[in-house]
Nanobody, 118 residues
Framework: QVQLVESGGGLVQAGGSLRLSCVVS????????MGWYRQLPGKQREWVAD????????TYADSMKGRVTISRDNAKNTVYLEMHNLRPEDTGVYYC???????????WGQGTQVTVSS
């Protein structure tokens, strides 16, 4: 069974940075398109960024474009999300998962809490 373990969240001031990690076990990331998602307070989970294995591998949501970078280390089976210039409205729980139709997603991990103070 695939397990996702996110980490790296925390409390930062507005304008600060964080680097999130997602370790995947039970599946090789070598050929898996992966994404980061977030759930803001009172809202549904939303897509933030994804990374594939193709020639133009990364895509970002407009809300975070220019402030985040997604990357992967296939040898470590880990996906990262570097976030800069964080805003209070970025506060929420961040998750990773594979990219694909909803019924193809792996069981969600516990996520990692990001809190940005003003």
């Amino acid at each position: 069974q695939v397990q996702l373990v996110e980490s790296g969240g925390g409390l930062v001031q507005a304008g600060g940075s964080l680097r999130l990690s997602c370790v995947v076990s039970g599946w090789s990331l070598r050929f898996a398109p992966m994404g980061w998602y977030r759930q803001l307070p009172g809202k549904q989970r939303e897509w933030v960024a994804d990374i594939t294995t193709g020639p133009n591998p990364t895509t970002y949501a407009d809300s975070m474009k220019g402030r985040v970078t997604i990357s992967r280390d296939n040898a470590k089976n880990t996906v990262y999300l570097e976030m800069h210039n964080l805003r209070p409205e970025d506060t929420g729980v961040y998750y990773c998962n594979r990219m694909g139709p909803l019924d193809s997603l792996w069981p969600w991990g516990q996520g990692t809490q990001v809190t940005v103070s003003s």
